[in-house]
């Protein structure tokens, strides 16, 4: 039986408790409406190692911040052309916005891989926004996975990934998105670096001249391939599973077994991007050796959730 000891309600009493921790330069994981987050004290050098640490996360790849208002953003960052309009129309919520960041800026230069650039994010949950507020410092929060795994949903996935070498983990239930996220970088011409929720088509209508990242050059390290892997080998478009292997679906089918998940029998993909994550890793869990997955139209949401099956199957 696992011990559950370091995961917290949220309660007053707990959260106060956990900005405590985080002024220390101590690690909490947090829920956020995208995934779970390692939020550490973004001004501090020394929280910002034990992270790296944790995470097992290679040092060029930099850290989103997480802020509570449009003003706490721009206090660190250089003005910008088109935050103001993707702001008001997007956050709080699962948008990040890379911005060139002030010289004067208390920002650990360590969590930006010295790029003179800061990925920011307001998230939509109020338990972590509350949190910033307690503590009054933007947090540094990667998902709180060891690098490469798939990003934990859960408090308990949380567990999974670190037991008790994280002294409190705050349980904010599933995690409505389930998916990171989408990453832009809004320094010079408008790109997108990692999709998410919140589609190119959406953003196209707030502003007109954003692009998709097609440099080969790697931006932000995240598009590495080999990312969010579940441990086991994963088939793409496929029709059927394999042998010993579950086989992740939607919408209306045929098949049946207790190897058969259908992540929406309504076919919604937003459902398919809130469990995706769970269900792999319950799947590995169960002992499948390989999981196959329906083809996923790759359209609105559904490109998110593409760019992560590729990575987890490549
Ligand atoms: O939904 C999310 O974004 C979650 C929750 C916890 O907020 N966080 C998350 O963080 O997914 P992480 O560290 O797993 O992914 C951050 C991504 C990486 O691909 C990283 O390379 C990119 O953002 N990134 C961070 N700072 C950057 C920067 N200054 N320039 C370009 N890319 C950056
Ligand atoms: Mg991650």
Redesign the pocket.
Known sequence: MKNYSNIFKPTKKNLIKAAKILKNSGIVALP?E????LAANAYSAKAIHKVYQLKKRPKK????V?FDTLNSIKKETEPNLYLNKLFNKFSPG?I?Y?LKLKKSSRISRKL??Q?G???C?V?ANSYFRKMIKLTKTPLA????NVSNHV?PTSAKDVYDEFGKKIKFILDGKQSKIGL??T?I?LIDKPNI??P?KISITEIKRVIKNVKKNKSKKI?????LKKHYSPGIPMYLDKTKPKIDGAYITFGKTSLKGKNIFNLSKQGSLEEVGKKLYQKLRFIKKQGFKNISVKKIPNQGIGIAINDRLKRASS
Do not use: D, F, K
């Not at 931006?219 to 598009?223: E, T």
């Open positions: 956020t995208t995934v779970y987050g790849n930099p850290l989103i997480h699962p990040t890379v930006t891989n790029s650039t800061v990925a994010r998230p929060a990667p998902s709180a990003s990171e996220s990453v970088n670096l990692r998410g931006l932000s390290p995240g598009q």
